[in-house]
């Protein structure tokens, strides 16, 4: 069906293209040229992972630069099974609040500094936090470093990371399966050195995505693409800032591809190609209903200008909706401002996020 409209909308646009003026003749060309950036399927992996869309010149290396006290910057190792390849991940971990103060002690020695954070993720019993960032720039962008300081506060570790090809992680085309890969590395190299401490993950907009995909076969993928012969246990609770239920909804919706898809058939082509790209295709809805013992905190801001409320109210729908009364909770909160990226400003932020965790850090 797809493809007969398509041809219907050439012919009639080529009777047009040759009996119009210069002018409809010109708009011709852009009308039936633009959704071909769609059919493209490494144009649609650069319109889902701008991952070069970055501030130039940080120092990703030193957390300090970023304003933030008690962090420390490193590095995770894995072979990947998705490109094959070795692939360099760049982490980031931020203390809790009431851990730093000893660190002025052990500036002078990094290695018993790098040890101060280990231990201190394994013993402390402090609420940890994965977190897993958006479309464009890096774990250094200016709303998460605001939001990283809101869960310092809160006295919980923030650890966060950029995906290949983000930042100066290793530098190659990110696609859905190798995101997902690079956000099980970090969520099984925490699990492993976390000792008792609970451990939430959070994702924000495309993150939220990343993790419900990953997550929803956890003990799956933790074979197939880290080659473990068991997975770590699922996450305390998941918590989903300005998210989606699929990402061709994005397209529907217009959202954040408004400047694209300005054309009826740009749209439907989108959708259609979104849906079934393997390299592209998130759908929350679905992987979602796979996860029912696990709590549900979704955040949305009904002035959100790049994903509409009205997307973030279908992702809540299909938590809820999957389950029964016997399922773990969920939770749903809309905020009037912070738009796409800066919900963490609002003043009932901090204790949402921290009923939400309070409640579920002891089982």
Known sequence: MLKGLIKVVVFFSLIYFFFGTKTTQIGIIVYLCLPFIILNGTARRCLLFMHKVRTPFLNLKNVGSFGIVG???????????????????????????SLIEKLDSLEDDPEERNSYFEDQLKYSRKPVIVYSHGITQTVGEPSRVALYKQLQKLDVHVITFDYRGYGDSTDIMPKRMSIVEDFLTVYSWVNKRCGDSPVFVWGHSLGTGVTNKALSKLEQFSVSLLRQDCAPPLPRGVILESGYNQISSIAQEFGALDWLLLLPH???????????????????????????????????????????????????????????????????EVFSNGKHMWICNEKNFPRIVKDFIDLYKIL
Request: charged content about 30%; glycine content about 2%; hydrophobic content about 35%.
């Open 71 to 97: 962090g420390r910057s490193f590095t995770i190792k894995n072979h990947s099974t998705i490109d094959e390849q070795e692939v360099e991940l760049r982490v980031w971990h931020i203390l809790p609040h």
């Open 266 to 332: 740009s749209k439907m082509i989108a959708k259609h190609y979104y849906d079934t790209d393997p390299n592209v295709r998130l759908n929350s809805e679905k992987y979602v209903t796979l996860l029912k013992n696990v709590p549900y905190l979704i955040m949305h801001a009904r002035n959100d200008d790049i994903i509409p409320i009205r997307i973030g109210e279908k992702l809540y729908e299909a938590v809820k909706f999957s389950r029964t009364e016997n399922d773990a909770h969920v939770w749903f």
